[in-house]
Nanobody, 125 residues
Framework: QVQLVESGGGLVQAGGSLRLSCAASGPGRAFSNYNMGWFRQAPGKEREFVAAISWSGGSTYYADSVKGRFTISRGNAKNTVYLQMNSLKPEDTAVYYC????????????????WGQGTQVTVSS
């Protein structure tokens, strides 16, 4: 089965940028055909959708709260997905999770087949 590993989280000042990565820990063939997404969860809050990208990389989707600031993309080999986060705000502070599923709507809906372990993003004011 597909296994996902996130990286790139850390501490950044408001207005700064971070780039998150999510990669398959096994062979990339199956992973490359999965739709990918990012979710986040702050303490005391439910996990929320952030962004998603189709398996081909041709379609992207964003939560209203991050439109114009975050960009999701896939590597050329399709075994890695990135989340470029610019103009970060304190309210962006959360654990960010990578997600994958062969059916795109399940990623956007928050019910994907696979989840990563999460990476912490902290934005200071």
């Amino acid at each position: 089965q597909v296994q996902l590993v996130e990286s790139g989280g850390g501490l950044v000042q408001a207005g700064g940028s971070l780039r998150l990565s999510c990669a398959a820990s096994g062979p990339g063939r199956a992973f490359s055909n999965y739709n990918m997404g990012w979710f986040r969860q702050a303490p005391g809050k439910e996990r929320e959708f952030v962004a998603a990208i189709s398996w081909s990389g041709g379609s992207t989707y964003y939560a209203d709260s991050v439109k114009g600031r975050f960009t999701i993309s896939r590597g050329n080999a399709k075994n890695t997905v990135y989340l470029q986060m610019n103009s970060l705000k304190p309210e962006d502070t959360a654990v960010y999770y990578c997600a994958a599923d062969a059916v795109a709507p399940r990623v956007v809906a928050g019910t994907p087949d696979y989840w990563g372990q999460g990476t912490q993003v902290t934005v200071s004011s």
